[in-house]
């Protein structure tokens, strides 16, 4: 009878705050306090279309919000670039030499990619969690989550489900689902990388790859790589029109 | 009279050069007629298919922010704005409601962005009737000359009517499901599984990013509830009082106590940038003209309309050089015969318009000729409905045929036109010819 208690203790499911916890645990990892750059080469992947290879620096201030995605090759697209300030995202095109104001849903650089996947992590903040079993992932035990969006936040996709490895807390996979419950999109995290902050005193986490599948357009994908994770300060400008207007200059 | 009667003699006298010269003038007349009435064909498509995807004679439509930062082109409370249009609108056909919106359409074959018309079949009962349905032969490999599928399905729920070109891309056949793919007002994906009740025959650029659903399933899509809308299209008696009618109706709904967005003459996707950038929350009627919501489209009849000017041009100074010569030449030949005619009393006055109502008449008969036969020539390759293989160019002749369209006004104005260059051709040489004096015309020799 105890040994069944124990059993019951051991596999039951954990509770809202514990989730929430797993959560925090997610975001805060990834957070710095400071700033953030990064070089990402972006690689897409199209049905009966010819591969597609970016490299873009990644620049983020977490402390306000704010984000810098410049594109700098091929040629072609050198000097595009994403500006995230004030929960607006605007995209700037060089060859025409105009801002114009993009969603949430924005294919960067027409990719299969979105600024959620080179944004901080905010699950914890923009997601309400329940959970949904411990199970395998390959050889990792999981713990699969199911997310739903909160009130009056606005996302790209109102419900998420992650695989958070039970040993180390890190995302392994997740799962993006569109308003009428179609699975979108799966995204798989293979490896982690960390980095010492002096900023934030910790460790930060970031993934080494992001493998994007297109679960709608079947045979879509798309791998994020991050290298060149660098930590220290920032030039305040940036985050600022006129420094990504004059990148193609 | 009595020059009009030897000037017509001298044209059939001299008939091997009359007839050259009017094949010449009647075959450029019959060029003209043709590029004119491809020119027109291409108006007509644009009006067509502008108010059958785009917009009505005159649109009202609007803008709705739930805060600064979001924006959706929607009309909240339609009825109550519909009542005001249908009651203040004169000279009103009818107004139907269209839903817009903007998605990705992903089939087997891969996938295209469209613009979403959402469609009302209770509130417009003839819309199955505006479309021409493509053979399978249009979007199939392999496909036949049949046609299958009904437009008026797209009052069942989740129906979608896509054009070939987009049939064609998507890989699909009539009956086939396809998922659209569209992004929320407040930015969350959502989707819907439609079955594809028809396939209609592409109407060149705007049916190229065009695809037309029932209503309901795109207020589905967009989680839209209770009584909204798109727009508001307004169809007129006459199309020319477009512009007046939109005028007279912002004034009347300004006076309703409606909120109205400052005249823009550019279609409503135009928009988005400006009402995203301004900080005013909840609703903006805006109204348009049919013109306004395919301005973008207008190049396309204005660079055909340059093309044929340079064509005729080209042609033009060709025929007036060769007619300018011809009379140099007539004037040299018959020099002793004006010489007998200022002799007999003839003035120089009338031995110029001798001459000038021998390349009236000249003109007049051969660009009647060649405009009569530039007209049976439009009518028939109209009738033949030409195909045109080549995208691009079916998007530019807005149509996946060449169009040929024959305008009475047209047709007469080539006429006065090319007959008035030929007389304009042949005044130099005429008035020289005014100016032999008698004595040195009677002793000219060849």
Same mark, same amino acid.
């Given at each position: ?27 805060? %990892? ?21 591969? !597609?290879? #970016?490299?873009?620096?990644? #620049? ?9 995605? !410049? ?85 790209? #996709? ?23 419950? %179609? ?67 | ?20 010269? /009017? ?6 007349? $019959? ?17 067509? &298919? ?86 399978? &032969?249009? @979007? ?24 070939? /070109? ?43 990013? &065009? ?10 899509? @967009? /989680? ?142 051969? $660009? ?30 807005? /149509? ?11 047709? &007469? ?6 007959? $008035? ?26």
């Amino acid at each position: 009878m105890l040994a069944l208690f124990i059993a019951t203790l051991a596999w039951a499911a954990p509770s809202s705050d514990e989730l929430v916890g797993m959560l925090k645990v997610v975001d805060d %990892r990834q957070q710095n306090n400071g700033d953030w750059r990064s070089l990402v080469y972006i690689e897409q992947k199209e049905k009966d279309k010819s591969d !597609l290879a #970016y490299q873009a620096a990644i #620049y983020r201030r977490d402390a306000d919000d704010k984000l810098v995605i !410049l594109f700098l090759k091929p040629q072609a697209e050198a000097g595009k670039g994403y500006l995230r300030a004030d929960s607006n995202l605007f995209m700037f095109d060089p060859t025409v030499g105009k801002w114009e104001r993009r969603t949430e849903r924005e294919r960067i650089g027409g990719t299969g990619s979105q600024r959620q996947d080179f944004d901080q992590s905010r699950l914890a903040d923009e997601y309400a969690p329940t959970f949904v079993a411990e199970e395998k992932l390959g050889q990792y035990t999981v713990n699969r989550i199911k997310l739903a969006v909160k009130a009056g936040i606005d996302v790209a #996709y109102p419900v998420v489900e992650l695989w958070l490895d039970k040993a180390t807390g890190n995302v392994l996979k997740r799962q993006d689902f569109a308003e009428s419950g %179609r699975l979108m999109r799966t995204t798989y995290y293979p490896a982690w990388n960390k980095l010492y902050s002096e900023s934030k005193k910790a460790e930060v986490y970031f993934p080494k790859e992001v493998w994007i599948y297109d679960e709608v357009e079947k045979g879509n994908q798309t791998k994020v790589v991050i290298q060149e994770v660098d930590l220290k300060p920032l030039d305040p400008n940036i985050f600022t029109k006129a420094w990504l207007e004059s990148k193609s200059r | 009279m009595v020059l009009a009667s030897i000037a017509l003699r001298n044209l059939v006298q001299a008939r091997r050069r009359t007839l050259l010269l /009017s094949t010449a003038i009647g075959l450029v007349t $019959t060029l003209l007629v043709l590029l004119l009435s491809i020119s027109a064909g291409i108006s007509d498509n644009l009006v067509q &298919s502008a108010t059958t995807l785009s917009s009505g004679h005159v649109v009202v439509a609007g803008f709705y922010k739930p805060s600064p930062t979001l924006g959706a082109p929607l009309v909240t409370d339609a009825s109550k704005v519909r009542a005001i249009v249908e009651a203040k609108t004169p000279g009103l056909e009818r107004v139907v409601a269209r839903g817009r919106g903007w998605g990705k359409i992903v089939g087997p074959g891969g996938s295209v962005q469209a613009s979403l018309s959402g469609v009302t079949l209770s509130d417009e009962p003839g819309f199955a009737d505006t479309l021409q349905l493509a053979p399978r &032969s249009a @979007y199939l490999e392999g496909g036949g000359p049949e046609v299958v599928g009904d437009a008026r399905r797209i009052g069942e729920p989740d129906a979608l009517i896509l054009f070939a /070109s987009h049939a064609r891309r998507l890989e699909v056949d009539v009956g086939d499901l396809v998922t659209i793919v569209t992004e929320q007002t407040d930015g969350r994906s959502n989707t819907l599984d439609v079955t594809v009740v028809a396939i209609a025959r592409d109407m060149g650029m705007l049916s190229s990013w &065009s695809a037309i659903i029932d209503e309901p399933s795109l207020k589905k899509l @967009y /989680s839209l509830k209770g009584d909204t809308t798109g727009a508001l299209w307004v169809y007129l008696d006459d199309i020319a009082e477009s512009e007046r009618t939109m005028t007279s109706l912002r004034t009347t709904l300004a006076q309703e106590g409606y909120a109205l967005m400052d005249y823009q003459p550019v279609p409503f996707w135009m928009k988005f940038e400006v009402v995203g950038g301004e900080d005013w929350t909840g609703q903006k009627l805006d109204l348009t003209t049919w013109a306004d919501e395919v301005s973008f489209l207008m190049y396309t009849v204005v660079a055909f309309d340059i093309v044929t000017v340079f064509i005729s041009s080209i042609l033009l100074i060709i025929i007036a050089i060769g007619i300018s010569n011809t009379m140099f030449n007539t004037v040299r030949e018959r020099t002793r015969e004006i010489g007998t005619m200022r002799a007999i009393g003839l003035r120089r006055r009338q031995v110029l318009w001798l001459f000038m109502l021998e390349a009236i008449f000249l003109g007049l008969f051969a $660009t009647t000729c060649g405009a009569g036969l530039g007209a049976v020539l439009a009518l028939a390759l109209d009738a033949a409905a030409i195909p045109v293989p080549i995208e691009a160019m079916q998007a530019f002749l807005l /149509s996946d045929t060449i169009p040929f369209s024959v305008r009475p006004l047209a047709l &007469s104005g080539s006429v006065a036109f090319l007959t $008035t260059c030929t007389a304009l051709a042949a005044l130099w040489p005429s008035y020289r010819a005014a100016l032999l004096r008698p004595i040195v015309a009677l002793g000219y020799t060849a």
